[in-house]
């Protein structure tokens, strides 16, 4: 008797744990839906500027990047410290831009060429010289869209 | 005989089964939101065609010229980017009578809802060095859009009693009006930034 007393009177009793797969379940899959696989591989150090006047790029898949920016230290020795461009997942000169302007288009819908975005991510070192050659080809490829990406900020300092 | 209960399938470990996946999904995951400065970049000029000869006047540009220093000289004179933003604005508000000489003309145009109006022929113009620094380009940039969107922000309060994101929240319900009245905002203040190619001094 005193035995089973003891048993339903003291030790505090376990927590139910079946709800806790259903929780985890419900984690999964709310970072499932929202997450964005990095698509290319970065060769190189991109820190983007700040701005207030920013807008959200929205739809995601009209959207093409070019990266700008010096190499990151393990291909210094191959690429040194200048400012290169990076398309998809290789460096590029300026001559590249073209094609790659061309491939995009070409990968998507003719309605949807229009509403193709180009987003420029710069690298804030970066001097402007290497940033208009790429406009200009830009302007050649007929690809007017433009973003430059920057992070949001709510003051800019002088 | 007996039923046979049939053998309960232990599920004990789906828990750990979907920590791992969480885990996984939870390193590769990036947050980040893709902001940015949209512009539109002008078409090539077509080469065949005669250089344009029609000269714009002084008063109707405001120069601002970015130098290898990333030094900003606003209509000749030395500036902090701080300042640039209430320099654009007085600038491209202009004055109304359009009879100062160092503000610019006014030129007759149709606006929606507005009907034919005066409208001032500013332009800003800005010129960078190829040694400026993209950061400095950025801060530049940003000012100057920034002038433009404060004073469409200040224009659409006092004439329609709406800011300019109301107006685009009541033309994503297809509001008829509200598109109209954005479009004389934009009209009234058209955005004209205009980039000359970069120069190579000073390197």
Request: hydrophobic share 40%; aromatic share 8%.
């Amino acid at each position: 008797m005193s035995k089973f007393r003891k048993k339903s009177g003291g030790g505090i009793p376990a927590v139910n744990t079946a709800a806790l797969p259903d929780i985890v379940f419900m984690l999964l899959f709310f970072f499932m839906v929202t997450t964005v696989m990095r698509e290319v591989d970065l060769k190189i150090d991109v820190t983007r500027p700040k701005a207030t006047e920013v807008n959200k790029l929205e739809k995601k898949s009209l959207v093409s990047y070019i990266y700008i920016g010096s190499p990151k230290d393990k291909f210094i020795g191959s690429y040194g410290t200048a400012d290169r461009i990076q398309l998809n997942d290789a460096f590029a000169t300026k001559r590249d831009i073209i094609a790659f302007v061309e491939g995009e288009k070409e990968s998507h819908d003719p309605q949807e060429i229009p509403y193709l975005t180009w987003s420029l991510k710069v690298d804030k070192e970066a001097k402007m010289g290497i940033v208009t050659d790429v406009k200009q080809e830009l302007r050649k490829a007929n690809a007017l869209k433009i973003n430059y990406s920057t992070y949001k900020t709510d003051i800019i300092v002088d | 005989m007996a039923r046979r209960a049939s053998p309960e399938i232990n599920a004990g470990s789906m828990a750990d089964i979907a920590f791992l996946l969480l885990i996984f999904f939870l390193v590769t995951t990036t947050m980040d939101v893709d902001t940015g400065l949209t512009r539109k970049l002008p078409p090539m000029p077509e080469t065949d065609l005669p250089e344009d000869n029609k000269q714009i006047k002084e008063r109707n540009i405001f120069q601002v010229l970015v130098n290898a220093n990333n030094d900003l000289l606003v209509e000749g004179e030395r500036m902090l980017v701080s300042k640039l933003r209430e320099e654009a604005k007085e600038f491209i508000i202009g004055d109304p009578t359009f009879q100062d000489e160092s503000m610019p003309e006014g030129v007759l145009t149709e606006v929606p809802i507005l009907g034919n109006v005066m409208v001032s022929k500013q332009i800003v113009s800005l010129q960078n060095d190829r040694g400026t620094s993209y950061e400095m380009y950025i801060k530049v940039q940003n000012e100057l859009v920034g002038a433009y969107n404060d004073i469409r922000e200040e224009y659409a309060q006092r004439k329609f009693g709406k800011s300019i994101s109301q107006l685009e929240d009541e033309i994503k319900m297809s509001s008829a009006t509200a598109k109209k009245q954005l479009k004389a905002v934009k009209k009234f203040y058209p955005q004209r930034i205009s980039e000359a190619e970069p120069k190579n001094v000073g390197e």
